[in-house]
């Protein structure tokens, strides 16, 4: 409510699109069977299985976190854990949770654009079997990455045939899958199902939903439980209807996609124009984040006006989000401010 600008802090803090608020409308009539039960969440779950084939078993959550925590909760015993990038949303942004919740030990891997390579994880493995040390189990990582970076659909294939030749899973963290589906012009089965993920935590929220995110199971390995898991996770929420209509609207007509390539041309041409201004971007914009560096005296000025977020203080790197509704009148007013205080 205050009075700056939003508009590029955060892929959350844009609105609903206007066709996923009709849905939720629609969907506002007369009773469903409550918690799944539901027309609306068979008719999602039967979509979520066109799109990531028919041996993937959903299951909605509110959060983005709760999707990966219960994820990892799903692949591990307490005495495991789980290898991910230092900058990865598991490690960074979810406050312990899942070494609170799933009671996990994450085993960091320093990037430089948020993926991790499989040479940088084979160190983690030589405590297999020693009792002494928590037993590698998952491996997790995001796509798009939290540095707006994206694995080809190779890259994933490499990560998950080192994970299964070793005894662990691989784990995607998917908030952003729609924007790197996107960017390599592919399907989400493509790059999940078909590269040996096993377990997805897979996002709307930051693509055009109010709320709603989902686990999409594909190992059967990790199938038996998880309804257990999700109701004593909290996350079985009971007018599940209003999240599964929403998730209808996102694939019809491939909304999801729309949403995601406008995002990610937007960030395109932020970018650009950034590296205009002689900004050094930091990172491929490979989906809806730019990273650039800028003098902490211009942040400061920038801020005066607008809400971004510092990613790294240290090197004063600074991130901007785009979205489906950001528009390119927002991103030149931004520039034009960003090149008087350059002036
Ligand atoms: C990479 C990534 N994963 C997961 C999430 C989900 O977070 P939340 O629990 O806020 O829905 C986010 C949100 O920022 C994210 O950036």
Redesign the pocket.
């Known amino acids: 409510m205050e009075n700056k600008i939003n508009i590029f802090a ?3 803090c844009s609105g609903v699109h206007p066709l996923i608020m009709q849905a939720v409308e629609k969907a506002n009539k007369g009773y469903e069977i409550s918690y799944g039960d539901d027309g609306y969440t068979a008719e999602a779950v039967k979509i979520f299985k066109e799109k990531f084939g028919k041996e993937a078993d959903v299951y909605f959550v ?7 925590v219960l994820s990892l909760k799903a692949a591990t015993d307490t005495f495991n854990s789980v290898i991910c990038a230092e900058t ?3 490690n960074v ?2 406050c312990g949770a899942p070494e609170r919740f799933a009671g996990v030990k994450l085993l960091t891997i320093p990037t430089g654009d948020g993926k991790i390579k499989i040479q940088q994880i084979e160190r983690f493995l030589e405590v297999k079997g020693i009792e002494h040390h928590s037993q590698p189990r998952v491996i997790s990582i ?1 796509e ?3 540095y707006g970076t994206v694995y080809s659909a190779r890259e994933i294939r490499v990560i998950a045939d080192f994970a299964h030749n070793n005894e662990m899973y691989l784990h995607m ?4 899958l729609s924007n790197a589906c996107a960017t390599l012009k592919c399907d989400f089965k493509y790059l999940t199902n078909d590269c040996g993920v096993d377990i997805l ?1 897979f ?1 709307g ?2 693509n055009g939903m109010m ?1 709603g ?1 989902s686990v999409v199971i594909f190992n059967p390995d990790l199938k038996n439980n998880f309804k257990y898991i999700r109701k004593q996770g909290m996350q079985l929420f009971s007018k599940m209807r209003y999240v599964s209509a929403q998730f209808i609207e996102f694939f019809k007509d491939d909304l999801w996609l729309k949403n995601a390539l406008h995002a990610n041309e937007m960030a395109k041409l932020l970018a650009q124009k950034l590296v205009d201004l002689g900004v050094k971007v930091t990172n491929k914009v490979e989906s809806n984040g730019v990273f650039a560096v800028l003098d902490g005296d211009v942040i400061e000025k920038l801020r005066e006006k607008y809400v971004f977020y510092v990613w790294n203080s240290r090197l004063n790197e600074v991130r901007f989000m785009c979205s489906f509704d950001t528009e390119e009148k927002d991103i030149d007013l931004f520039i034009e401010m960003l090149r008087n205080i350059l002036r």
Request: charged share 30%; no cysteine.
């Open positions: 955060s892929d959350n509110f959060t983005g976190t709760a999707a990966n990865s949303h598991i942004d979810e995001a798009s990455t939290e963290d998917g908030a952003r935590s996002g929220t930051k709320m995110e």
